[in-house]
């Protein structure tokens, strides 16, 4: 009866429709609601609290969601499915929800054309990328690799590493800035059997090439949905592909966010369990690499993400 209650209110079952349509903060909430934090706060709270929706805290944060796994979380979806998209109100809380996405992506864009020339460089101080790299051309050692799409390729770095382990390459990205760089690095490498093109990771209509292995390196953390953008890029998998996730541990550099545009504070291993298994993949194999500067520094994970109807799906 608590559930019921607590789904039943007008603007906790607006909430629930919102998320439905991927994680928000309750910043991004009020914006959307034109309702006040606290009563925002208010609302969610009750959710969490019957099991209808999960709250991650990331540093000074938290994100909401739809529950995952659970009765509270059938019936969430179940009551979804009945609201009337039509209905006015809902019209413009999607509306509203788009334009918050807008400007996120857009602070995003303007960050990284202001550090494409130094990305490289600029992520190389964060991570150990030797040992990252070495692991991920094993993950695909012997592996035959016709298409490998890179979505947020950056300045094509993944294209360059694996190179020799895949016949087609194809990496997307939204910055021209980016691509730019990408392009003017394959071309002095010699790689010709890779190319980049222009295209938004979270809108992937225009990429119809089933692939044999999707990569997103150090890409999830600058959305703040991971698991919508995990969802898109699982659509490019042919039957029996696998996906290569390269990010952050959960970590308390605040820094990252204000300065670098990070929108998530990294990704757990429970997260990407639930995200991986709601659209039909596994972990099938999870490393660590933490940085030498300890406690200062950050973990970087390696998932690698099989179909979960392929044989190929048993974990490491």
Known sequence: MGVLKAAGEGTRLRLLTLLAEGDHTVKDLTEILRQSQPRVSRHLKL?????????????????????????????????????DRNDPELQRDRERQVAVRETQQRQAAEYFAKVAGSWDLLRSLHVPESAVEAAITAELSGRD??????????????????????????????????????????????????????????????????????VLHQVLHYFDDPGRTLAQARRLLKPGGEMLV???????????????????????QAQMEGWAEAVG????????????????????????????????????
């Open 47 to 83: 959710l969490a609290d019957a099991g209808l929706v999960e709250r991650n805290a990331e540093g000074a944060w938290a994100y909401y969601g739809l529950a995952q796994r659970g009765p509270a979380s059938e019936l969430a979806r179940w009551l979804i499915k009945r609201v």
């Open 145 to 214: 690799v016709d298409l490998m799409v890179d979505l947020g390729t950056g300045t094509g770095r993944m294209l360059e590493v694996l190179s020799q382990t895949y016949r087609r390459g194809l990496g997307i990205d939204s910055s021209r800035e980016m691509l730019a760089v990408a392009r003017a690095k394959l071309a002095g490498a010699g790689i010709a059997h890779a190319q980049v093109r222009l295209g938004d990771i979270t809108d992937l209509d225009m990429v119809t090439a089933q692939a044999d292995v999707v």
């Open 246 to 268: 390269v990010d952050f541990a959960p970590h308390e550099l605040e820094f990252l966010r204000t300065e670098h545009a990070h929108r998530r504070l990294g990704l757990s």
């Open 281 to 316: 993949l596994t972990v099938a194999s999870y490393k660590e690499f933490p940085s030498a500067n300890g406690e200062a520094g950050l973990t970087v994970c390696l998932w690698r993400l099989a179909d979960a109807g392929s044989g190929k799906a048993a974990k490491e």
